[in-house]
């Protein structure tokens, strides 16, 4: 049918991803595109300094200022990764008065959602995109639970008759320690070696860590009573693997012969 409704793959994406989360007990939480310095930056302990804050990376939005919670001049921005919901629900939780000491206590969620970056438009890049984290946050989490999770979801969302496995490559992110790029086991060939992976049998699919002790601190969670893991991907990167699509644009140009496939 010429005039069936067909959602964007995109957002069936958002969508699976959600369920598949739900169904390990993670909530699904949305929030500000505009947001301000404390939430996109300095609670996730990014330098003042740090590149990723340079106009050349970063949407910054003139003639908007504020205050952040230490009474200190702060700008806005396109936000930049999906982290400041993690930021956001931290703080929540602390504000309802949650994760003061008590061993029940834990938060459990996955912010997808819309991210901006101030670079060059290309196959691979977009100045705006998508991204998924999730995070896990309680006296027990272990990078052995995040993996566990982060498996769970990939081999879920692939659709992959067996568990693909991820290894972690020691990395640098100011709001994980350790952190680690993650690869997922190809789900094409298993492994194997195929074109979708270069014959590696592995595939780059994103970041994943131990939440930074001074980013509990920052949102009022005491860091030596609760840890944290958390893992973050592109959803545009996870649907162009999946459906063999090479050139983001094509997912962007409102070309109905593309979204009308889905
Ligand atoms: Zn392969």
Redesign the pocket.
């Known amino acids: 049918m010429q005039n069936q409704i067909h959602s964007h793959p995109i957002t069936i994406a958002i969508d699976k991803i959600s369920r598949i989360f739900s169904d390990m007990g993670f909530d699904t939480v949305e929030g500000p595109e505009l947001e301000d310095e404390w939430h996109n930056f300095d609670a996730l302990n990014v330098a003042k300094d740090h590149s990723s804050r340079d106009m050349q990376d970063t949407f910054w939005i003139k003639d908007i200022r504020g205050k952040n919670k230490y009474n200190e001049d702060q700008g806005y921005v396109l936000r930049t990764h999906t982290s400041n919901m993690q930021i956001r629900t931290m703080e929540k939780y602390v504000s309802l008065g949650k994760m003061q000491g008590n061993k029940e206590d834990y938060i459990a969620i996955c912010c997808p959602g819309k991210v901006f970056r101030n670079e060059a438009t290309d196959a691979t890049h977009e100045a705006q995109f998508h991204q998924i984290e999730m995070l896990y946050v309680a006296k027990d989490a272990s990078l052995a639970m995040m993996i566990g999770v982060t498996q769970k979801f990939l081999s879920e969302f692939f659709g992959s008759s067996h568990e693909l496995k991820i290894r972690l490559r020691s990395s640098y992110f100011p709001f994980v320690e350790p952190g680690n790029e993650a690869d997922m086991q ?1 789900f ?2 298993e ?7 270069k ?1 590696t ?1 592995w595939i780059e699919i994103g970041g994943a860590g131990m939440v930074h002790p001074k980013v509990l601190e920052s949102t009022g969670i005491d860091s030596r009573e609760y840890r944290g893991f958390a893992f973050g991907c592109g959803i545009d990167r996870l649907v162009m693997l999946k459906y063999g699509i090479d050139d983001l644009r094509l997912l962007y140009n409102g070309d109905l012969r593309v979204v009308n496939q889905f």
């Not at 492994?191 to 992976?197: A, I, M, R, S």
């Open positions: 190809c094409k060939c492994g194997k070696g195929c074109n979708v992976c014959n049998g």
